[in-house]
């Protein structure tokens, strides 16, 4: 028999939150895998978005932004990301170009150094910044021998962003593809609406609230008109409701509507949604919901 020809590589993407990691997955995808705001700490537990192309898959795995934490749920997101470049072949750092290399940037690095790992490095948001201030980032990199290799992009636009994937798929290891061609995500679908809601939220709603949430399909039935999605959006107290429901229920209704939508261009089909809120003050304590995300309780 003569040996398989196949390749298969699991990317860690890694960086500060906010850096536009889920930005890049979902543009090197090619779809959206992942939610994407403005706001810190959106993506809180790992998400597969999958590349297939000849005979090569890479599994790039978008992780939660690394950052100092401070409850179980933010001690939880944080390890999952470091997790993950363990358990991969390959890790991308990502950098914002406006940011820099701050404290923050410093401490991953010099992590990633601690436990000899070779990293890609995609300095994201090049759009945002002056070339002057471009060359005295890249000047510094350079001097780190372990970033192997260095692309300026820009996720937002797709500057770049094709060497990176070229890059990318070239540098798989040998290997049987762990997952069936044609599919953009590992991620259920009824747990991809529930992201699409969560980012609706974060839209939405101002400040903190978006942290004091959380949002479950508790039902996810296709039929001959389309999909019907059942979701309780979950928060810690009782005055979070009303502004949640917002006057007279025009929030919601406002949420509702951007996340139906969002799913019916997502999936491509009729989707009826409704949505529920439900106050359960400890669900940032309950296990069996980490466990669901697949993020460690105990972390
Ligand atoms: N101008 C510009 N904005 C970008 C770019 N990439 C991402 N963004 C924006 O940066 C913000 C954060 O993007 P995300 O992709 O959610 O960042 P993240 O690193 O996944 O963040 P966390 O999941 O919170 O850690 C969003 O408002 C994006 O639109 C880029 O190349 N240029
Ligand atoms: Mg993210």
Not at 81 to 103: F, N, P, Q, R, Y
Not at 178 to 203: N, W
Request: glycine residues 6%; positive net charge; aromatic residues 8%.
């Amino acid at each position: 028999m003569l040996p398989s020809s196949k390749r298969f590589s699991f990317v860690a993407i890694l960086g500060a939150t906010n850096a536009g990691k889920s930005t890049l997955v979902n543009r090197l995808v090619g779809q959206k895998v992942s939610i994407v705001s403005p706001k810190v700490q959106t993506t809180r537990s790992r998400i597969r978005g999958l590349i297939n192309e000849g005979d090569t898959q890479l599994a790039l795995v978008d992780t939660p932004g690394i950052f100092a934490p401070h409850r179980r749920l933010d001690r939880a997101m944080v390890a999952s990301a470091w997790t993950e470049v363990d358990d991969s072949d390959k890790c991308l750092l990502v950098l914002d170009a406006k940011k820099g290399i701050t404290e923050e940037e410093e401490k991953i690095i010099q992590k990633l150094q601690k436990n000899k790992v070779k990293f890609i490095v995609a300095v994201n948001k090049t759009d945002m910044v002056k070339p002057e201030k471009m060359a005295v980032l890249l000047a510094k990199l350079n001097e780190i021998k372990e970033a192997e290799s260095i692309f300026c992009i820009s996720a937002l636009n797709g500057e770049n962003v094709k060497e990176l994937k070229d890059y990318l798929i070239k540098s798989a290891s040998k290997g049987e593809w762990m997952f069936p061609d044609g599919l953009a995500s590992d991620l259920p679908e009824s747990l991809y609406c529930a992201e699409i809601t969560r980012e609706k939220l974060f839209m939405y709603l101002r400040q903190e609230l978006p942290y004091q949430l959380t949002v479950e399909t508790v039902r996810f039935t296709r039929g001959k008109s389309g999909l019907t999605v059942e979701q309780n959006i979950v928060v810690t107290k009782q005055a979070y409701r009303p502004i949640i429901l917002g006057n007279k229920g025009t929030m919601i209704k406002k949420i509702g509507e951007a996340a139906r939508k969002e799913m019916i261009k997502q999936l491509g089909c009729p989707v009826r949604l409704f949505l529920f809120v439900q106050v359960k003050e400890n669900w940032t304590e309950d296990k069996a919901r980490f466990q669901t995300w697949g993020l460690d309780f105990n972390a």
